[in-house]
């Protein structure tokens, strides 16, 4: 079982729609991020929090909109998205070390499909 | 920069038959590396990880050793299983990096019976 949950596992919205997904973890972490990921590619980095601010913008479109409520939860806001925007979107979290990122804790993803 | 390579697949084995999927890297700084493994529909879980040249991390029969002489951290396993079927990535993170983990492409494996 994970111990990163995101919520919804599916979602489809139209490109006028606004909705969020949302990752939460329990493991004490001071790290989240958030990932997206295109079929048969790995991961590309959006958005790092550490210690609840934002950290990393990997130069992400304003049609996402990352919050970090406190230190347990991320979420990303969508606006406006466009249909090649439609890809799994996989929340992670990591304990910070002085060796780089220490390891990963993914979710199990939210797929998103733009109409 | 930092750079993951790792094999092309897909990777087609047989049931038991022994697994090496290649990965070299390239790094600014003293890595920490990573193998992670994606089962289909599902997000990634870490598989093992080194953290120092000649570490071998190790997790469910799979192996890796941090080789820095010749910048690799090849994936083997000795009996591959059809529920080993899955993409896996190669990945690094350099010391001083700002949470930065860098992916190879990531190499499909499929175990037939």
């Known amino acids: 079982d994970t111990e990163v949950t995101q919520t919804p596992k599916h979602l489809v919205m139209g490109m006028t729609n606004k909705k969020s997904l949302k990752c939460e973890q329990h493991?004490?972490?001071?790290?989240m991020y958030w990932y997206k990921q295109k079929a048969k590619k790995p991961p590309e980095l959006m958005f790092v929090?550490?210690?609840?601010?934002?950290?990393i913008n990997e130069s992400v479109p304003s049609r996402f909109s990352p919050e970090c409520p406190n230190s347990s939860l991320l979420n990303l806001h969508l606006h406006a998205l466009q249909p090649e925007d439609s890809a799994l979107y996989l929340c992670?979290?990591?304990?910070?070390?002085?060796?780089?990122?220490?390891?990963?804790?993914f979710g199990e993803g939210s797929r998103l499909t733009v109409l | 920069g930092n750079s993951v390579t790792q094999m092309e697949g897909p990777v087609t084995l047989s049931e038991e038959a022994f697994l090496t999927i290649n990965c070299t890297y390239t790094?600014?700084?003293?890595?920490?590396l990573f193998w992670y493994v994606q089962y289909p529909g599902e997000g990634l879980q870490l598989l093992l990880k080194?953290?120092?040249?000649?570490d071998k991390g190790s997790n469910k029969g799979f192996e890796a050793t941090y080789r820095k002489e010749t910048t690799s951290f090849h994936l083997e396993k000795g009996s591959v299983q059809v529920s080993d079927s899955a993409v896996y990535f190669c990945?690094?993170?350099?010391?001083?990096?700002?949470?930065?983990?860098?992916f190879g492409k990531g190499t499909l494996l499929t175990v037939n019976p």
């Open positions: 992670a979290s990591s304990q910070p070390t002085r060796g780089g990122t220490g390891e990963l804790f």
């Open positions: 493991m004490g972490h001071r790290a």
């Open positions: 929090y550490s210690y609840e601010k934002l950290s």
């Open positions: 790094a600014t700084g003293y890595p920490s």
């Open positions: 080194a953290t120092k040249a000649d």
């Open positions: 990945a690094l993170s350099v010391w001083g990096s700002n949470y930065k983990l860098t």
